[in-house]
């Protein structure tokens, strides 16, 4: 997974964060709070953001309003899992990673790898096993 340019990121963040269907308009009055940008450069890159797969669009009046199609996570986790595949030695490379973890992010793994685990036995159990 290609990591999205700074536009593109400020973009997405607007979107994932605000949670609704959006207007180019809104984006560029919210990002031209902090920095100029161009109307039509927005647009473009919202264009480029629905070819590319990560908004759907329906049209308000004469605008597009954008959407994400996928949330802030599978792309979060897209990223790792393509620098974990680059790595040659993937056993090292999460071990480096873990180490150098957070308490509060080593707990998170944890609570996720224990959730994972039990979706993986639960047919089992439904079906009358044992843990």
């Given at each position: 997974m290609r990591r999205l340019g700074d536009?593109?990121?400020?973009?997405?963040?607007?979107?994932?964060?605000?949670?609704?269907p959006t207007t180019v308009r809104e984006v560029v009055d919210d990002i031209n709070?902090?920095?100029?940008?161009?109307?039509?450069t927005v647009?473009?890159?919202?264009?480029?953001?629905?070819?590319?797969?990560?908004?759907?669009r329906h049209k308000v009046g004469r605008a597009w309003a954008y959407?994400?199609?996928?949330?802030?996570?599978?792309?979060?986790?897209?990223?790792?899992q393509d620098a974990l595949g680059r790595s040659e030695?993937?056993?090292a490379a999460l071990m480096r990673f873990v180490e150098h973890?957070?308490?509060?992010?080593?707990?998170?793994?944890?609570?996720?790898?224990?959730a994972v685990g039990r979706e993986e036995t639960a047919p089992a159990v439904e079906a009358g096993g044992e843990r």
């Open positions: 536009l593109e990121a400020e973009i997405m963040d607007r979107l994932w964060r605000w949670q609704r709070r902090t920095r100029t940008v161009a109307y039509t647009m473009t890159v919202a264009d480029i953001l629905h070819r590319k797969g990560w908004l759907r959407e994400p199609v996928r949330g802030r996570e599978d792309y979060t986790a897209g990223l790792m030695d993937r056993q973890m957070s308490q509060e992010d080593f707990a998170a793994l944890d609570a996720a790898l224990r």
